[in-house]
C-alpha cells in the first residue's frame, strides 16, 4: 500500500495529550524536529480529480521565459480540469498581436549572459510546440482556457479592437477581469 506524508506542526497530536482517549486507529507517524508526519493511505484510484477552482496569470511581460512559463502553466492547469484565464497587458499583449511570443531570445533573462546564450541555443534546438499552438491546446483541454485582452491596453497601444477581437476571446477592462478570477487562484507575472 502506498502512503503520502501529512505534516503537523503542532509539539504533540491530539492523541497524545495527557487525558486524551487513545483510539486503535491512530495512524503511524515518525518524529521530526518541526512535528509529526502522519503517513496516510493514497486512495484506490490516487488524486485523480477535477479541480474546481480556476485559475488565472495576469501577464505584462513580453520576455519569452516568462511567456513561456505562464502558457506552461495555463495548458498544465487546463489538463487537470481548472478554467483557466489568461488576461494580456501592455507587453504581453503587443507581442502576442505581432506573433513575436516564439521568438527565443534569451538575453532579457535574469542570468549570465553565456548562460543566456546557452539557453537562447538549446530553446532554438529543442523544437516542440510553439507557445500559440500551447494555447490553443489549452484551450481544448477539459478545463478550457480564455484569453482576455486588457481594454485600456488596447486603446494605449493604438490596436484596433476588431483586429485584437480576432485573436482573443474577451476584451475586457480591470473590474471585469477580477470577478472573473475572483473565484480561483491568480498570478501576476
Not at 40 to 45: D, E, M
Not at 58 to 81: E, I, K, P
Request: overall charge neutral; hydrophobic content about 40%.
Amino acid at each position: 500500500m502506498e502512503y503520502v506524508a501529512e505534516k503537523h506542526f503542532e509539539s504533540q497530536s491530539q492523541n497524545n495529550r495527557p487525558g486524551a482517549r487513545k483510539t486503535a486507529l491512530t495512524p503511524p507517524r515518525r518524529r521530526q524536529a518541526s512535528g509529526f508526519v502522519f503517513l496516510r493511505p493514497i486512495p484506490a484510484g490516487g488524486y485523480n480529480r477535477p479541480m474546481q477552482r480556476s485559475f488565472s496569470i495576469f501577464l505584462h511581460s513580453d520576455r519569452y521565459d516568462r511567456v513561456y512559463q505562464a502558457v506552461n502553466l495555463l495548458a498544465a492547469a487546463s489538463s487537470m480540469g481548472r478554467h483557466c484565464h489568461l488576461f494580456l497587458f501592455y507587453a504581453s499583449l503587443a507581442s502576442y498581436m505581432d506573433g513575436s511570443w516564439d521568438d527565443v531570445n534569451a538575453s532579457g533573462i535574469d542570468a549570465r549572459p553565456e548562460t543566456a546564450a546557452t539557453l537562447t541555443r538549446n530553446l532554438e534546438l529543442a523544437g516542440g510546440p510553439s507557445l500559440y499552438d500551447v494555447v490553443r491546446m489549452a484551450k481544448r483541454e477539459q478545463g478550457g482556457l480564455q484569453v482576455v485582452a486588457c481594454s485600456t491596453s488596447v486603446q494605449r497601444l493604438g490596436l484596433e479592437p476588431a483586429d485584437v477581437g480576432e485573436k482573443v476571446d474577451q476584451i475586457a477592462g480591470l473590474t471585469t477581469m477580477l470577478e472573473i478570477a475572483a473565484d480561483g487562484q491568480s498570478l501576476y507575472i
